[in-house]
């Protein structure tokens, strides 16, 4: 990537500059809840973004925008039913989760299972934004869950 400054009265005409972030509806709310004028509110775009823009001070459009996780050719898939039992907190958490993320519960599990077989660094990839990350803590506090991710290894049925 390049980026160019000139000195001098700033000149927006023709100029606009994109910024890639992990959730745009997230830093919208934001640029809204303190006064930036809005240009394009978020919207999905036809070429796998969900972007939006805003004037800064000197008018320039600055648009900020994330990946469509849905993006691409449509995936054709077999679904076969497998059985799963859950703690119980751990299941109503699932289900709020499910719901915050716009998805069914076989589609959330689905895709909490691909980020696992997907290598970062030393883990593995997350599928869930630092939003959703805070959320999952205030879901944890909500069912009261306060054991840590290696408690199944304890687990034992009552």
């Avoid at 959730?23 to 709310?29: R, V």
């Avoid at 070429?47 to 849905?70: A, E, K, S």
């Avoid at 306060?146 to 049925?157: K, L, P």
């Amino acid at each position: 990537m390049q980026i160019f400054l000139a000195q001098g009265t700033p000149n927006p005409k023709g100029c606009s500059v994109f910024f890639h972030i992990s959730d745009a509806d997230e830093f919208y709310e934001f640029h809204r809840a303190s006064g930036v004028e809005i240009v394009q509110p978020p919207e999905d775009r036809p070429y796998g973004i969900r972007n939006y823009t805003v004037r800064d001070l000197y008018g320039y459009n600055l648009t900020f925008g994330h990946h469509l996780l849905n993006a691409g050719p449509a995936l054709k898939i077999e679904r076969v039913d497998a059985p799963v039992r859950l703690e119980k907190r751990l299941a109503a958490l699932l289900h709020d989760l499910a719901g915050h993320k716009r998805m069914s519960l076989n589609s959330c599990l689905e895709e909490i299972l691909l980020h696992t077989c997907e290598p970062l660094g030393d883990g593995v990839a997350s599928p869930h934004t630092r939003a959703t990350l805070r959320y999952i803590q205030e879901l944890k506090k909500k069912h009261g869950i306060d054991y840590d991710s290696h408690a199944s290894y304890r687990s034992v049925e009552e």
